[in-house]
């Protein structure tokens, strides 16, 4: 059972900048494709960034394009997500996942392990 743990969330005023963690137990990354995501209360939970494994390929949510970079540390087997010029619209609670193959897809049914997630919420 992969395990995952997310770190780096907080509160950020609009404007401001986090950068959430995810490590992973064993070869993870170096094996699967890796996906954030996030869910804000009463919403589906939706996709923000994905990278393959490795890092060779990344995607991204159009809402969230040009202002977040997901990125992976194959040695340290954890993957990032940078997120600059935070909106209020960004507050939820963001999920790391595990890829079922060796690339991101924007889909929850295409990722069978989860973190717990953590918190971030901007303010205007």
């Known amino acids: 059972q992969v395990q995952l743990v997310e770190s780096g969330g907080g509160s950020v005023q609009a404007g401001g900048s986090l950068r959430l963690s995810c490590a992973a137990s064993?070869?993870?990354?170096?094996?699967?494709?890796m996906g954030w995501f996030r869910q804000a209360p009463g919403k589906p939970r939706e996709f923000v960034a994905g990278i393959s494994r490795g890092g060779g390929s990344t995607t991204y949510a159009d809402s969230v394009k040009g202002r977040f970079t997901i990125s992976g540390d194959n040695a340290k087997n954890t993957v990032y997500l940078q997120m600059n010029n935070l909106k209020p619209e960004d507050t939820a609670v963001y999920y790391c996942?595990?890829?079922?193959?060796?690339?991101?897809?924007?889909?929850?049914?295409?990722?069978?392990?989860w973190g717990q997630g953590t918190q971030v919420t901007v303010s205007s």
């Open positions: 064993g070869r993870t990354f170096s094996n699967y494709g």
């Open positions: 996942a595990k890829s079922r193959t060796a690339y991101s897809h924007n889909a929850v049914i295409s990722y069978d392990s």
